[in-house]
């Protein structure tokens, strides 16, 4: 069914005769749920008049504003997208007749954290910053307790979904978790929250680094890599960690030295002259110690 | 993961670029003329579909011809719906006319100009008489450059004009020595009798002509390679070579490669399976030459603004018959 092209419902109706539906009654859709907004769209005379009475106009403004925010590469689908999720929201999907239960809307409140969080990479420092703070409203606000604000168990859970979806090895990432999470019961600040959050996405992405490093060492036969180079390019790793201590521009070129590619080159060559026979070093071993030379740099919590 | 260009862009050279504003104009008209739709599912539903449609390329079904060559997604789209629609044409072997191909043309855009057909046409039949008969993928692919890079075209043949008549359009670009030299040249009795221009002086003014030009251009590189193969040649010879470089196809990214045109499994598939839905049709099919009433099936199934367009077509009593039959298979 899926091979044929189908046209979108509008395409459809683009033959219809265009009538002119009694504005009142489009604009109980809009799941904004105003009153007196029927009222006043009911006299609404242009089309400009009506798109702002159902909501239209702001919804749009908002969506391009996240656009430009997240500047991303295929905008079209990252429209889509903003839109498919901003329709699971609306109450008309969430099951208007009984209250979802508890443990569904918290479930509900994790992803809509989860979607803001991913709209903008954490390299676009100033849009993922507001994207924290948008998902750290979702999650604290709509709380049973009388007090909002987010508790350590929500946080925590949120975290392990990040993890758990960047796909990076479970052991590997057990450490950071250990590190940055709070208490159950603890109330966690917006900065907490976002330190935690960027701490996080960059460890993933240093992970998917590590591994594609990894696959380069790697014996494309037996599918593990040798010891001696393995541990030399960690050493060098590690090396430049230790250099970059200090936040200074002159600690980050030095440490970008280090791991430029002759003195990495020089590093795996000696290893490889010194080759003494050795178990071979898996995947798994490699991430883990890389994620801890990384682990190993961030704060603890509290 | 990072494309750090599109990061730099001012903000409306962001959106232009990729005709971000272009696609939510249209999603609006759409609601307004649809605004049942949206008192059924909702404004965000709405959008959804929209903008879930415009990725799939399934947005430009039927729609007027001014949205269809809006954007270089919208006519990618629309090259790839028209092959989709009626590969079955190509498959069965069929040879059909000009006429035939701007009805076929027409199902999918009802105000499609009958001149675009025209000159696609013109680049098959290399401006023989026009009623003669051409082959699907013959017309499909003379189609693609003609539609996709229309005004390209249309600046491509200002240009051979000039150097035909002995101007040289691109005297700022060419260095003195060779332009003085390819100036002197139609004017002497040997080059008239030549037909066409010459391909280094040509290559160079397209060359030029890619640099500024803001629709879409084949890739430069690719435009050299045609023109570096040949010594001279004419407008409809450079059009044909367009048409039929498989690297030129592959950059526009609607179409597959030729020897893969008739090739869709799932598409197989699933007409089988309609077919086989349909008593009586299945004699009729495997018969032979009938079966060119196949393409007219898949249009039907999406409904009303098809209908009358049908009908107005000179169209013969099988397809017609297919129509109804496809019709009642649904219900």
């Known amino acids: 069914m899926d091979v044929l092209p189908v046209p979108l419902p509008s395409a459809k109706m683009a033959a219809v005769e265009k009538r002119r539906l009694p504005v009142a009654q489009a604009a109980n859709f809009t799941g904004s749920g105003r009153p007196g907004v029927s009222?006043?769209?009911?006299?609404?005379?242009?089309?400009?008049?009506?798109?702002?009475?159902?909501?239209?106009?702001?919804?749009?403004?908002?969506?391009?504003?996240?656009?430009?925010?997240?500047?991303?590469?295929?905008?079209?689908?990252?429209?889509?997208?903003?839109?498919?999720?901003?329709?699971?929201?609306?109450?008309?999907?969430?099951?208007?007749?009984?209250?979802?239960?508890?443990?569904?809307?918290?479930?509900?409140?994790?992803?809509?954290?989860?979607?803001?969080?991913?709209?903008?990479?954490?390299?676009?420092?100033?849009?993922?910053?507001?994207?924290?703070?948008?998902?750290?409203?979702?999650?604290?606000?709509?709380?049973?307790?009388?007090?909002?604000?987010?508790?350590?168990?929500?946080?925590?859970?949120?975290?392990?979904?990040?993890?758990?979806?960047?796909?990076?090895?479970?052991?590997?990432?057990?450490?950071?978790?250990?590190?940055?999470?709070?208490?159950?019961?603890?109330?966690?600040?917006?900065?907490?929250?976002?330190?935690?959050?960027?701490?996080?996405?960059?460890?993933?992405?240093?992970?998917?680094?590590?591994?594609?490093?990894?696959?380069?060492?790697?014996?494309?036969?037996?599918?593990?890599?040798?010891?001696?180079?393995?541990?030399?390019?960690?050493?060098?790793?590690?090396?430049?960690?230790?250099?970059?201590?200090?936040?200074?521009?002159?600690?980050?070129?030095?440490?970008?030295?280090?791991?430029?590619?002759?003195?990495?080159?020089?590093?795996?060559?000696?290893?490889?002259?010194?080759?003494?026979?050795?178990?071979?070093?898996?995947?798994?071993?490699?991430?883990?110690?890389?994620?801890?030379?990384?682990?190993?740099?961030?704060?603890?919590?509290? | 993961m990072l494309s750090p260009e599109r990061l730099g862009l001012p903000d409306y050279e962001y959106l232009a670029q990729r005709h971000v504003l272009t696609y939510m104009e249209d999603a609006v008209c759409q609601l307004l003329e649809n605004k049942e739709d949206i008192s059924q599912y909702g404004i965000a539903r709405f959008f959804t579909e929209y903008f879930n449609s415009v990725c799939q390329g399934t947005h430009i079904l039927f729609r007027e011809f001014s949205f269809i060559q809006a954007t270089p997604h919208n006519r990618a789209s629309f090259l790839r719906a028209f092959w989709r629609c009626f590969r079955t044409v190509g498959k069965n072997g069929d040879l059909l006319t000009m006429r035939e191909y701007h009805c076929l043309l027409q199902l999918l855009c009802p105000d499609f100009p009958l001149e675009l057909t025209q000159k696609a046409a013109r680049i098959v039949l290399m401006d023989d008489a026009m009623d003669c008969l051409m082959s699907f993928s013959d017309f499909l692919f003379a189609f693609q450059i003609q539609f996709y890079y229309s005004e390209f075209l249309e600046s491509v043949a200002a240009i051979y004009q000039d150097l035909l008549s002995g101007k040289n359009p691109n005297t700022v670009i060419v260095p003195t020595s060779s332009s003085g030299q390819h100036r002197q040249r139609p004017t002497s009795g040997e080059a008239s009798m030549l037909e066409g221009v010459e391909a280094p002086l040509f290559y160079q003014c397209l060359e030029n002509l890619c640099d500024r030009h803001k629709y879409s251009c084949p890739p430069p590189a690719l435009v050299k390679e045609v023109l570096s193969n040949v010594q001279r040649l004419t407008f409809y010879g450079f059009l044909v070579a367009l048409s039929k470089h498989h690297g030129i196809n592959q950059a526009l990214g609607a179409l597959p490669d030729k020897g893969d045109l008739m090739h869709d499994p799932a598409l197989d598939e699933e007409l089988e399976r309609l077919l086989a839905q349909i008593p009586g049709l299945v004699n009729s099919v495997t018969a032979g030459p009938e079966a060119s009433c196949l393409p007219a099936r898949t249009p039907p199934r999406v409904g009303s603004p098809w209908r009358p367009l049908h009908h107005a077509r000179k169209v013969d009593a099988e397809s017609d018959g297919s129509t109804e039959e496809t019709d009642e298979s649904e219900t």
């Open chain 1, 39 to 302: 009222r006043a769209a009911a006299t609404a005379e242009s089309e400009e008049d009506f798109l702002r009475q159902v909501g239209v106009t702001e919804m749009l403004r908002a969506a391009l504003l996240k656009v430009l925010e997240a500047r991303p590469e295929e905008p079209i689908a990252f429209l889509a997208h903003y839109f498919e999720n901003m329709d699971l929201r609306s109450p008309a999907n969430g099951g208007a007749g009984e209250p979802p239960g508890q443990l569904l809307l918290q479930q509900q409140r994790l992803g809509r954290a989860l979607w803001h969080l991913r709209l903008a990479h954490h390299s676009q420092r100033t849009a993922f910053n507001n994207n924290v703070g948008v998902a750290y409203e979702c999650l604290s606000a709509s709380g049973r307790k009388k007090k909002p604000g987010l508790d350590g168990r929500t946080y925590s859970e949120l975290l392990k979904r990040i993890c758990r979806d960047g796909e990076a090895p479970e052991e590997v990432v057990a450490p950071l978790l250990r590190k940055i999470q709070c208490r159950d019961h603890e109330a966690v600040p917006l900065a907490v929250f976002r330190a935690g959050m960027l701490t996080c996405f960059v460890l993933l992405e240093f992970v998917a680094r590590a591994g594609a490093l990894y696959r380069l060492l790697e014996d494309p036969g037996l599918a593990v890599a040798d010891r001696h180079v393995g541990q030399a390019v960690l050493d060098t790793l590690e090396g430049a960690l230790q250099a970059s201590d200090d936040t200074t521009p002159a600690r980050y070129l030095e440490a970008g030295s280090r791991l430029g590619p002759d003195s990495l080159a020089l590093a795996m060559d000696r290893a490889l002259v010194a080759r003494r026979p050795s178990t071979p070093m898996t995947r798994e071993e490699f991430l883990e110690k890389a994620a801890a030379l990384f682990i190993a740099k961030v704060k603890p919590v509290g």
